[in-house]
């Protein structure tokens, strides 16, 4: 699968707590009424006792962000490897998205990739 970086919220990056993904610009790269899935993937393994709970923003300013649906991600997929996606909200309006993560449990590691994609992802066997 492409990815275009300019749509990758986050990078192999340390999610351990609550915090917010990168700032994208989406509207321009899509059409109205166009579902537009975002993909997360885990890249290091989460610890059995830990949840993920991802909040999608939006905003018209880039600097105000509205929340606009909550995803959790499934048990499953908190291994490494483990991948889900889910289709964004139909109530954002806003040109920037973000997505804010929430992970309960003390996880002394985890990391995931979290990315707008043309198609879900599925894991290949």
């Not at 300019?6 to 340390?14: A, H, I, S």
């Not at 040109?95 to 707008?116: Q, S």
């Amino acid at each position: 699968m492409l990815i275009d970086q300019t749509l990758v919220f986050t990078d192999n990056k340390e999610v351990r707590a609550n915090g917010n993904s990168e700032t994208v610009r989406v509207m321009p790269f899509i059409g109205k009424g166009d579902d537009v899935n975002v993909s997360v993937a885990v890249t290091e393994a989460y610890p059995a006792a830990a949840a993920l709970k991802i909040t999608v923003q939006d905003s018209t300013d880039g600097s105000t962000f509205t929340d606009r649906g909550v995803v959790s991600a499934p048990a499953d997929v908190l291994a490494k490897g483990g991948v889900f996606s889910f289709s964004r909200p139909r109530s954002i309006r806003g040109t920037w998205l973000r997505l804010a993560y929430a992970v309960t449990g003390t996880p002394a590691k985890g990391k995931l990739f979290a990315g707008v994609t043309r198609d879900t992802i599925e894991v290949m066997e």
